[in-house]
């Protein structure tokens, strides 16, 4: 058996590389830039990870994380890439080296490098374009290994995310692998341990949540383009349901320091999403939360649906939204967000005393400015009588009346005012009689 030479060409490829790094001595491999190096045969490599991890606590192929990648294969059926890649006429499609056989290039090779929404069925993979050598191949037989993962289980379907950073060249997703195997632990559901109080089960909030997590560890987070999977497992086929990627770590690393600063607590805002939906818990609110988080898109309407859905009051709301915003998401303006929140609050606590909660759809509800005005002038009114003082500040008008900044300014008003209403109820509830 002579030395094997690999070279990586994608997401895919790393993650197989970086698991065998991880079933290899420090004599037997070596990683530099987008070469690994393997100085033991692939079999052995093999059999160590096997003996391991892939298998189930029964000792059958496969365990439940690696089953929807190689199922289609027994084991013996793999021995067939643990031979060496001898020099011949024909071209690995990955790796670009001239070899004696090729394989046609299959679900193994590398499973997602057709996006998730050209494709139902995870089988329906269009194989045949490509060809690959037997060294390529076990690459991808190996990645699964070296992915982080959760899983949900409801009866007989199993979903199970995946998270993998890719750094710019395999030795620094080396690094930041190992970075990220500090959250690790050995479970047959999961290899990530977080301390949240309810554990994430899809992959958005798995990868907030485990980047937090390791902030809040080491202080920074690793740049690398994280990859987020979803796969559901109901025996027989597999279906992609999230194939994903974000490289938005920087801005992350700013919204946790941020959140810090102003004394916010992350893990407490995301709990507040979590529901309770006929006795079971739910994080499908805090998973599309997370999915808007990584992607930085503009967060006010999204709060303004949720509040009322969740019916409760969340946590450092005003903290996150101002973390957020100076990390460069939902670009509301600062003093914009001071005025909102200050008359959003008094909206609430007027609201309450008056015990009128369906002001507050109708406030929501409003379709333009003048509506939205409309609606405020009218509960003024009607408060007054009831000696209950609504006064809009001047400046609160002028960014109302800004055509470009009144649905930011409505939506973050609305949230606050929910919010200060929500919390004096539950206030009352706690029996201190409604103080907030
Ligand atoms: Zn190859």
Redesign the pocket.
Known sequence: MGITKL?VTNFWQQAGAIAINKYANQAEVQITKNELILNVPKKTIFERAKAKDMLTINQKPWASHIRPFLKQYRIEQLEKFFAD?EPGKNV??????Q?KKLEVDSLVSNPFSVKANNFTNFYGFGSGFKS??E???FLGIMAPLALFFTTSITGRDRRISYVFPEGKDLEETLLIHNWMSKVGQKSALSNVKLSTKYYPSSPYETLLLTLYELYKDSGKLFEANYHVIQIHDQGNTSTVLVNDAFNSAQRLQLLFSEMEALGGDLSNFFNAFVIKENGNISTELREKLSKNILKFLQLEEFLEMMIFKLGRPIKYLYEFIRAYTKAGGGKVKEEILEICKKTGEQIGNVVFEAENFGDLYTLRNSKNIENFLETLSMMSVKYANEKWTLKLPEEFLRVINNPAEWKKAKSLTVIFAVNKYLQRQYARTMNNGGEA
């Open positions: 070279r890649a690995c499609s990955y790796c670009g080296r070899v690959i050598c060294d390529c191949q």
